[in-house]
Structure formats: C-alpha cells, structure tokens
C-alpha cells in the first residue's frame, strides 16, 4: 500500500522546536523528491520546504534559517527539524511526494505554537 505518515506535531511555545516526521512506504522512496506542506485555519496549502532525490533542498522564505528538511532513503523517512517557532507557523503539516502523476499526501500532523 502506497501511503505517507506524519508524526511528531504537538504543543510548543514561542521560540521553541518540533521534530517532523514522515514515514514513506509502497514507495521506491529514493526515486522519489519529498515535501513538507502546511495549512493554517481559513488559509490556503503552501509549500513548507522540499528535498529532491540527490538532496537538494528548497525553502520556502518564512521558514528559511529556521526549518531544515532532511531524508534517510535507508529507512523510507523524511524529516522536517523546526526551531525558532513563530505562532504563525501554526498549521497542519503535510508529507507530500508525487506519485503515479498525482499528489501523495499523509494525513498531517498539527503543529500548534502558542504560550
């Protein structure tokens, strides 16, 4: 079964940090660019940050210095290291690949930064 599985979302204050991460699986997962993608109450999905086959990564400029995107191809994992969280960073985030010319997506994790 082709599927993507965020964890690690949760409760964090202002200038705090959150370790994402997505399981890949069905996948030849190294074959494969990845991205993180999050949605704010009332707002629309945007892209977050991503990571392509070779590792070359991309970023998003309201998370650039503070977000980094990463993969282990070994274990079918991407992550998404978050410091320097701001309250509006609050959002379901999403593990997205493209797969069979469509749009993979997990079923997000919430990210609530708040004190």
């Known amino acids: 079964q082709v599927q993507l599985v965020e964890s690690g979302g949760g409760l964090v204050q202002p200038g705090g940090s959150l370790s994402l991460s997505c399981a890949a699986s069905?996948?030849?997962?190294?074959?494969?660019?990845m991205g993180w993608y999050r949605q704010a109450p009332g707002k629309q999905r945007e892209l977050v940050a991503t990571?392509?086959?070779?590792?070359?990564?991309n970023y998003a400029d309201s998370v650039k210095g503070r977000f980094t995107i990463s993969r282990d191809n070994a274990k079918n994992m991407v992550y998404l290291q978050m410091n320097s969280l701001k309250p509006e960073d609050t959002a379901v985030y999403y593990c997205n690949t493209n797969y069979a010319g469509r749009p993979l997506w997990g079923q997000g994790t919430q990210v609530t930064v708040s004190s």
């Open positions: 990571i392509g086959r070779g590792g070359t990564t």
């Open positions: 069905g996948i030849i997962f190294s074959l494969y660019a």
